[in-house]
C-alpha cells in the first residue's frame, strides 16, 4: 500500500496568517509613538507682519528708541501744579497714552530690564499704581519702586 502523499493534497485556497501582520504593525505604531517629537517646531516662530502697502515707511517701522542701550528704565512721578507729569529716562511724557505708546516701545525692544518707578513724595498713590498697571500690561517683567529714604 502507498502512503498519500501531503503533495497531492493541494488546498483550494490560500490561508494569510494575520497574527504576525498585526504584530508588526503594533511594533511600528509603538515605535513612531516612541520616536515622536510632541514639541513644537523650532522654526515656526510667531510674527507680526506689517500691514502697510508698499514700502512707504510707517510707526510700526520706526527704528527703536535711543533707549535700547539700558540697564534700567528708570520712570519719574514728578507733581507740577496738582498735576503729575512723567519722564521716561529724562525723557518727558505728556499723557499716560504717551507714556505707555513708550514703554511698548521699549518693552518690545528689552521687557525684563527693570522698571524703576520713582514718584516724589507729594505725588498720588493712584497715579502710581497707574503707572505700575501700564509698565505690566505693555510686557514688562520686573517694575520696582525707588526709595528715597532709609526705612
Known sequence: ???????????????????????????????F??????EIVEHVMPSQLSRAVGTTPTDEDTPPPPEADFDEVIVRLVNVDGRVTW??????????????????????????????????ADVALGDVIDVYDISRRVGFVKVQFAASEAV
Not at 502512503?3 to 509603538?30: A, C, E, H, K, W
Not at 507714556?99 to 530690564?113: C, T
Open 87 to 120: 519722564t521716561v529716562n529724562r525723557a518727558p511724557m505728556t499723557s499716560l497714552a504717551d507714556l505707555q505708546q513708550h514703554l511698548k516701545i521699549i518693552a518690545g525692544v528689552k521687557n525684563d530690564a527693570p522698571v524703576i518707578l520713582h514718584p516724589d
Open 33 to 38: 509613538l516612541a520616536t515622536a517629537s510632541f
Open 1 to 31: 500500500m502507498k502512503r498519500p502523499s501531503i503533495y497531492n493534497q493541494r488546498r483550494s485556497g490560500l490561508d494569510v496568517m494575520m497574527t504576525p501582520m498585526i504584530d508588526v504593525v503594533f511594533l511600528l505604531l509603538v515605535f
